[in-house]
């Protein structure tokens, strides 16, 4: 049986539209952060015996409740059919490269891409996935973009950190080297 505590952590959980903050539960709960966070963690634990359709995650510096990763598949038919929010592809490659390389330009990021990246950057700041961050300190004092906790919060991450290591996406080096000389060759 839950506690009070944790009865009025899931009652604040339910109506918050972002992830709540440890600190600021704790706050209303008048405890200390790491006691939220034990409260939560049990709760957690709870859910996953009780094989429930909802997690409680932390995400974003903070805690909320998800849709179970199992029923991805009814999730999306109800929220996302006949819907035209998806990100394309170059939209997704364009995120990746600000999420790795930030704080990044939009000409560093158009270098990286090889095709003009403006407004797939504008569709990615208007959706509030990308914002800017401060300006590069060399010539033109370019405007610098990094990802939002919006973009932490659908990746379902706490903090870039979480991310894949690129080394993950990339060939072996012996891999680019045959590439490499295969192209050499045929150029």
Do not use: N
Not at 7 to 14: F, S, T
Not at 31 to 59: I, K, N, Q, S
Not at 74 to 89: D, M
Request: aromatic share 6%; with cysteine.
């Amino acid at each position: 049986m839950a506690s009070d505590e944790q009865r009025a952590i899931e009652a604040v959980l339910m109506v918050a539209e972002e992830p709540v903050p440890a600190g600021m539960l704790a706050q209303l709960l008048e405890v200390t952060p790491a006691r939220v966070d034990e409260l939560c963690e049990e709760l957690r634990a709870a859910y996953d015996t009780e094989d429930r359709g909802f997690v409680l995650c932390r995400v974003a510096g903070g805690w909320r409740f998800q849709s179970h990763e199992d029923l991805a598949d009814y999730v999306e038919r109800f929220v996302a059919q006949g819907q035209s929010a998806r990100l394309s592809s170059a939209a997704l490659e364009t995120l990746a490269i600000v999420a790795y390389k930030q704080p990044v330009s939009r000409a560093q990021v158009s270098a990286i891409r090889g095709v003009e990246a403006d407004a797939v950057m504008r569709t990615l700041q208007t959706r509030g996935y990308i914002t800017e961050t401060g300006r590069d300190p060399g010539p033109g004092q370019a405007v610098l973009y990094g990802t939002t906790e919006k973009f932490l919060e659908r990746l379902g991450i706490d903090s870039l950190a979480d991310l894949p290591p690129l080394g993950d996406f990339v060939p072996e080096g012996d891999l680019m080297a045959g590439l490499e000389r295969e192209l050499v060759q045929r150029g």
